[in-house]
């Protein structure tokens, strides 16, 4: 749960609250952290920058009730957030989390050349086209954001995110 806090205050933001359930795992707390605070650092182009911004968990929901209980009654730039979990792509979705085992091929599809943050945790997701994935590095969750995949998408992530990710795809992966 210290890493947890360092994390919120490294992104800026103020402790998060997360639901204590046991059958939700220390990982996805932290992921639901993560996407709360990638919010925060994602601008969205003007036609998809008014009302509230939607996370979405695609297909199976490993956050539990977690995901929701962190962005409720949160603001980002005077906009509301919320969660909500899909099983099927949804149009109405800014970000969207899709979860090991899920259908990628079929949510990533459906966000291609839209303003749709795509998160995954599988191997290969950036590769596929998604923008950012968590892995696990020495037990701890880590990510890494394919910034040419973000920039056809039309979204413009902070430099202050991309520091802390790891940078993939195009001349980065060549490295």
């Not at 979990?85 to 839209?114: K, M, Q, W």
């Not at 998408?153 to 990710?165: V, Y």
């Amino acid at each position: 749960m210290r890493r947890l806090l360092l994390l919120v205050l490294a992104l800026g933001g103020a402790p998060v609250t997360v639901a204590a359930q046991a059958e939700v795992s220390t990982e996805y707390r932290v992921k639901a952290a993560f996407l709360y605070n990638f919010v925060k650092f994602v601008e969205w182009p003007a036609p998809a920058a008014s009302g509230p911004l939607t996370i979405c968990a695609a297909g199976r929901n490993p956050f539990g009730t977690v995901l929701a209980d962190t962005v409720r009654g949160e603001l980002v730039n005077g906009r509301p957030l919320q969660a909500r979990v899909i099983l099927s792509p949804d149009a109405g979705c800014h970000v969207v989390f899709v979860a090991r085992g899920a259908a990628t091929s079929a949510y990533l599809n459906a966000a291609r050349n839209r303003p749709v943050l795509t998160v995954g945790e599988s191997d290969g997701f950036i590769e596929q086209g998604g923008i950012a994935n968590f892995y696990i590095d020495r037990g701890n969750v880590r990510f890494e954001i394919n910034p040419e995949a973000a920039q056809r998408a039309d979204l413009r992530i902070s430099a202050r995110l991309l520091q802390l990710a790891r940078i993939a795809g195009g001349e980065a992966e060549a490295r």
